[in-house]
């Protein structure tokens, strides 16, 4: 097969085709492919997701934000707070019209950012954190969320230190961990649970009858029967244990 060494006219068209998908193979923006905005467009474009907030046009402010986002990261970086802020409204804004964004790495990464450049306990990351968290819970995600609620525990603990709010929280690990078969950490889950109920509400409370019954349960669970018989003694409540320990025929 001869190549054309002359540069006609048919031969020049295909020249330019073939140099256009190499560049575009070796990641060369081709003609037509969307330009970096300005910074004066970007600010702009900020301007009227502002707006948009305001007038709660939830759908637009998605709209303007994700062809925002990318611009965001090439003008500044991922790091960069106005690009963390962008993912911010996105997030926000889905969660206004009550549904989850479809984009996952979008949500983790509006927590992982905030945490790592923002500080674990900023405004920006508490949100991005609870929507990170409800999204895995949502999704049945529980092991991922345990780390997430642990994080939000230990953070509530050096804060406000409010001890219904933190049996409050307890009782959600105690569903995860029981959710994710960790018997020996919804155990200890449980305890906490037993102890701040005793605290705030009182040995007579339905919160910390009902502890004691799960714990019970949880000792059943584990074959820890002396715990379960200690436990069972000690409260003076009639439990009963539904794993029975294994007896030889």
Partial sequence: MKFCFRINHSCSRYLSALIILVLCAQGFPAQGESKVWSERKFDRTILSIDKDIR????????????????QCHA???????????????????????????????QIEGAYRLSSDVLGRAHSTTKSARDYY??????????????????EIINLEKNAANDAYQLMERYKQLYALEGLTENWPAEEAALTKVM????QVLGRESEDFKAAVEALAYNYCTQKKYYEYFELIRKQQQEIACFSAPNTSP
């Fill in 55 to 70: 007038r709660k046009r939830w759908e637009k402010v998605i709209e303007r934000s994700q062809q925002a986002l990318p």
């Fill in 133 to 150: 968290y409800k999204y895995l819970i949502f999704n049945e995600h529980y092991a991922e969320a345990i780390p997430l609620l642990m």
């Fill in 75 to 105: 003008l500044y970086s991922e790091q960069a707070t106005s690009c963390i802020l962008i993912l911010k409204k996105i997030n926000q804004s889905y969660e206004k019209i009550r549904v989850f964004n479809p984009d996952k790495a």
């Fill in 195 to 198: 102890s701040l109920a005793q």
